[in-house]
């Protein structure tokens, strides 16, 4: 469906049968920057049309309120365009060029969509983001790091795509800034992959599980007060020997 | 902010003080009707802009892909009109209108919106369907059934709002027929505020706790052939001591 597909001609060799049956998992946990109102992510998980879902996590320039409007009117506009059935190339440059227009190239953000489909049966990760997403699959650990370009400023900005085959299991971890720096003045000290190995050994943890502890190791590293908005969304694909059909969503939060 | 505000002023004079800290949960449990390929039940969560979330949820009439494609089209007029600060009679109002032009008037679906809106700090229930909706708040049951037409069919079609103030605990149940008709041919014979006693005796269990165990009360009442698609949406407001200021959101689904 898109380009960047090395990762799924180097997976097709050893992937099940695609009518094995597949539990997908998301799992989102976000903190706001210490002392500010609100989180500048945003996050939204939508239905895909013809089957699956897209999960987009936007984090707008700067923090505050802001940096909230900015990612709410990115994700508002991806998700509008991918419950239309736009494909996730086009969304993420069709979002681009509305924040472009919309803020005459003064405003940037950073935007991660991760999508379920069915009607291609892959993964497809389309980053816009200055910090990596991290991949398990096999056992392995693959950083999906290729250069991508914040939206809003630049023209012609394009995603990174990855495609993959779904396959259990396999982790998807995505993140903000906030995450990636935590505890660090500049770079990243964060080590996902330790805690991955450490939250989830066999790899047939809950989403849910990862997502928590990789925040609470990002608010650790920043003493309880987050230098940055920060969130993390975790995908999981597991075996499954669930025949109900039933489909779960939950989401909690203080007011 | 809405109409039929009863229930808020009846509940003013024992409400705590609006800032005492609440956690909101939202849990949704589906499945299709038995034997067909996906349920025309469709569920978004939306954050609204100015704080707070909404959930819809949409019934499309029949079942299989023809209820899926009007309870899609349904749901994202209404999520993509909450994303933009509409209020959610408004919303209900216009979805109608939509479905009623779009398909001449000639398709009907049931819409519930289910907001907690933090500019008025109110929970605001808006019903567009045959079946009630169950809100259990001071150790009491309270059904919302006053009359409320479907959207899609008649002329100017309003909802039956319902808002409440902010205030733990409560809960909140909407459904769709396929849980409401479980195991009668005509009528209902779920005891919804049985399980609820049950499952959650002191009224502080979790969200995801009852929306699972009602939906399973269906399947059971059905034998594990769901006679039609059935859905269940369950919103809580416990009171919270959590100073983390940590959003979470999760959902799975086989595929």
């Known amino acids: 469906m898109e380009e960047n597909v090395s990762l799924m001609q180097a997976q097709k060799a050893t992937a099940p049968p695609t009518q094995a049956r597949i539990e997908v998992q998301v799992a989102v946990a976000k903190v706001g920057k210490y002392a500010t109102a609100e989180s500048g992510d945003t996050v939204e998980i939508v239905e895909r049309p013809q089957g699956g879902i897209s999960a987009v996590v936007a984090d707008g320039q700067r923090s505050g309120r802001s940096a909230k409007a900015i990612s709410n009117i990115v994700v508002r506009k991806a998700i509008s365009l991918l419950a239309e059935g736009v494909r996730d190339g086009a969304v993420a440059r069709a979002t681009h060029d509305y924040l472009h227009t ?6 940037s953000a950073e935007l991660n969509i991760a999508s379920v489909d069915l009607v291609t049966r892959t993964l497809v990760i389309s980053r816009n983001a200055r910090c990596p997403s991290l991949l398990r699959c096999d056992g392995h650990f693959v950083w999906l790091d290729a250069p991508a370009e914040a939206i809003g400023v630049y023209r012609n900005t394009k995603p ?7 396959a259990a299991p396999l982790t998807l971890v995505l993140f903000t800034d906030g995450v990636w720096g935590a505890g660090a003045p500049t770079g990243s000290i ?3 992959p330790a805690i991955l ?6 790899g047939d943890g809950a989403a849910s599980a990862i997502a928590d502890a990789i925040l609470d ?3 650790l590293l920043d003493h309880g007060r987050p230098h940055d908005d920060a969130t ?10 669930d025949e109900s059909g039933i489909r779960r969503l939950a989401t909690r939060f203080p007011i």
């Open 190 to 192: 964060i080590d996902l």
């Open 217 to 219: 190791a990002a608010l």
């Open 102 to 107: 919309e803020r005459a190239g003064k405003v």
């Open 160 to 166: 990174s795509i990855t495609e993959l085959p779904l």
């Open 232 to 241: 993390v969304l975790v995908l999981k694909l597991l075996p499954s020997a």
């Open 197 to 202: 190995e450490n939250v989830d050994p066999h």
